[in-house]
T-cell receptor, first 119, second 114 residues
Framework: GAVVSQHPSRVICKSGTSVKIECRSLDFQATTMFWYRQFPKQSLMLMATSNEGSKATYEQGVEKDKFLINHASLTLSTLTVTSAHPEDSSFYIC???????????????FGDGTRLSIL | AQSVTQLGSHVSVSEGALVLLRCNYSSSVPPYLFWYVQYPNQGLQLLLKYTSAATLVKGINGFEAEFKKSETSFHLTKPSAHMSDAAEYFCAVSAPPAGNQFYFGTGTSLTVIP
């Protein structure tokens, strides 16, 4: 089955540090990847849609300059949390859909998430 | 616009009992519906999906769901709960004109009592 690898799984760093999270589709090509944020005991909140070779589409209320997204290839998207502060601490999850998938009936395949803790 | 509602944020069942997790959707066009499971500190794993073929969909780990258009529902069931089924379950919908975007429910936490 389709596998999405997300790295790192956990990050603990000081306030003001920038943190990069990678999301890779291992056995398929993904023109579209998604970045979510999940607070404890809550559902996933879509932050942005990452499109290969073009700018990401951010959801309302998500700071583009704070959460930088790059989707440079069909198998890799990165999320950089710039100048992270304690309020950015959260569980971040990426997902990907297969390139060329027919229509909207294709599922999203999820990475294992990144637990970000800013001290 | 599309949305899903999961009734019951917490469900507890005894081991061996029937599992029923509820999901109702709202969509002005035929939707595609998905159930995912999330274990602690992990991403989401696809259990099953409805894509306008058979209304009764069988998934992994013995789960199945039935699409009922008249009730706008897509409830998840399993005849006999195992301890390993304890997790968070999310229902999601995808439909035009949202394109690739999924809309997730708020999740249901399943506890299995030995």
């Amino acid at each position: 089955g389709a596998v999405v690898s997300q790295h790192p799984s956990r990050v603990i760093c000081k306030s003001g540090t920038s943190v990069k999270i990678e999301c890779r589709s291992l056995d398929f090509q993904a023109t579209t990847m998604f970045w979510y944020r999940q607070f404890p005991k809550q559902s996933l909140m879509l932050m942005a849609t990452s499109n290969e070779g073009s700018k990401a589409t951010y959801e309302q209320g998500v700071e583009k300059d704070k959460f930088l997204i790059n989707h440079a290839s069909l198998t890799l998207s990165t999320l950089t949390v710039t100048s992270a502060h304690p309020e950015d601490s959260s569980f971040y999850i990426c997902s990907a859909r297969e390139y060329g998938a027919d229509g909207l009936n294709q599922p999203q395949h999820f990475g294992d998430g990144t637990r970000l803790s800013i001290l | 616009a599309q949305s899903v509602t999961q009734l019951g944020s917490h469900v507890s069942v005894s081991e061996g009992a029937l599992v029923l997790l509820r999901c109702n959707y709202s969509s002005s066009v035929p939707p595609y519906l998905f159930w995912y499971v999330q274990y602690p500190n992990q991403g989401l794993q696809l259990l099953l999906k409805y894509t306008s073929a058979a209304t009764l969909v069988k998934g992994i780990n013995g789960f199945e769901a039935e699409f009922k258009k008249s009730e706008t529902s897509f409830h998840l069931t399993k005849p006999s709960a195992h301890m390993s089924d304890a997790a968070e379950y999310f229902c999601a919908v995808s439909a035009p004109p949202a394109g690739n975007q999924f809309y997730f429910g708020t999740g249901t936490s399943l506890t299995v009592i030995p």
